[in-house]
Structure formats: structure tokens, C-alpha cells
């Protein structure tokens, strides 16, 4: 498949990569029956055709021809992934492509929106003429699974937390739309609160109580004393 790309290199440049993909390599006779049985081939997380770049340097790195870099940090705020950014920006054949979610403020999130200018970490402002893409790749789950997941689980409290405000406001609106059409006593209570703020929670548990011996019958005959004798 795509014959005529087989030529292009890739690489990755991540340390916390490289840590990871160590311990895959070392514990994948502890994975599932697929990777198992590709032990029986080769390490499937030994990649032939990716090369770790343990060491780079930006300004000595041949790029002349094309070549695919997967490097972090992935907000493009500093590292590797923000040098080759600095100076792939500008060329409109080359492109970026954000694999996950993007913190606002950030420049991977702020090249989203497609600016014409970016300023690169020496200060410097050059136009934007590479292309920008975006991609849901992340360990994170997305607003639907989100939604899917409370749906399922039918909670009576949501407490939404750890994600950015405008998004967590987006759920919970459509959390509170979709279960508008309960009756009150049995829509759950959904709230958004912010960091350090204390939420309380108010839980309602069913009792009961066994009664035996001469207290039933005198529940059965309230108008009999247990205490008097009947002789």
C-alpha cells in the first residue's frame, strides 16, 4: 500500500517515548492473544521503519528531502516539537498535524485557528503557510464518550472536573438538556465546580429493621400494651 512512500524516514523524538516503548518491549508476553502470538515473528514494538532521534540538533538536522517527526511536547509551547515548528512554519509544503487535545493559550492551540502570523520562541513573527490538521488521538476520552459513558452508568451526581472550562460547560449543558425530559425527582444533579471549591453531596439510604418475638404482635394490635398481661 503507497509503494512510492516506503522511501520517506520517520522518526520520533520523545524521552518519555523511548521509556515507554521500553517497558511494551520487555512485558509483551504479558499483553493480549494478538501481540502474543506476533512474538512468535518479531517484538511488535520493535519498529523497523521509525528511528528514535535519542539526540537532536534542530540546526543540524537534514531535512532537504521529506520526512515525518512525531515529537513533544505536543502543545508546541517548547522542545523538539517547537523548534521544527519554528522552522517548518513558513513553507507552505510542510504541514502539522495536532494529535490530541490542545490546552487554550497554547500555540497548538492557537495555529487551529488558522492565523496568518505565528512568533517563534526567539520573538520573532513569520507567516503561517504550512498546513494544520488536527486529529482525536488521545488517552482521553471525547465529549461522546463522555456522554456515552454517563448514559450508561445512570449516576444521580455528576461532577465535572480536569478539563477546560468551555468544554466541561458544553457537556453539562447537553447532560442537563438530555435529562430535561425527567421528572425532577429523578434527574441527577450535575455540577461544575471550581478548583478548591467544596462540594457536598446528599445521599438517601433505604433502612430497615427486623422485628420478631412479642413486638409483632403487638405491632399487629396496636392497641395491646406488650408489657400487660393479658391474665
Not at 33 to 47: K, L, T, V
Not at 122 to 141: E, I, K, M, T
Not at 179 to 187: A, D, E, M, Y
Request: proline letters at 6%; a positive charge; charged letters at 20%.
Amino acid at each position: 500500500i503507497h509503494s512510492h512512500l516506503h522511501h520517506i524516514p520517520l522518526y520520533y523524538a520523545s524521552r518519555m517515548a523511548s521509556r515507554a516503548l521500553r517497558v511494551y518491549q520487555t512485558y509483551a508476553n504479558m499483553m493480549n492473544a494478538r501481540i502474543r502470538a506476533q512474538m512468535d515473528i518479531g517484538n511488535p514494538f520493535s519498529f523497523t521503519h521509525i528511528r528514535n532521534l535519542k539526540s537532536i540538533r534542530v540546526d543540524d538536522f537534514d531535512d532537504r528531502g521529506p520526512c515525518v517527526v512525531f515529537a513533544s511536547p505536543g502543545m508546541l509551547q517548547s522542545g523538539v516539537s517547537r523548534q521544527l515548528f519554528d522552522r517548518w512554519a513558513s513553507d507552505e509544503k510542510n504541514g502539522v498535524l495536532i494529535a490530541g487535545y490542545a490546552v487554550e493559550h497554547t500555540l497548538a492551540k492557537e495555529i487551529m485557528n488558522a492565523p496568518r502570523e505565528v512568533v517563534t520562541m526567539d520573538g520573532l513573527r513569520q507567516p503561517l503557510n504550512c498546513l494544520v490538521d488536527y486529529v482525536s488521538f488521545s488517552a482521553h476520552v471525547d465529549f461522546m464518550q463522555n456522554r456515552t459513558f454517563i448514559t450508561a452508568i445512570d449516576p444521580k451526581h455528576i461532577i465535572l472536573v480536569h478539563g477546560q472550562k468551555d468544554e466541561m460547560g458544553r457537556l453539562k449543558n447537553a447532560l442537563m438538556l438530555q435529562h430535561k425530559k425527567l421528572p425532577q425527582h429523578q434527574r441527577p444533579t450535575i455540577t461544575m465546580p471550581p478548583n478548591n471549591q467544596e462540594v457536598k453531596l446528599k445521599f438517601t439510604r433505604r433502612r430497615s429493621a427486623k422485628v420478631m418475638g412479642r413486638l409483632v404482635s403487638a405491632d399487629s394490635n396496636p392497641n395491646t400494651n406488650p408489657n400487660t398481661n393479658p391474665n
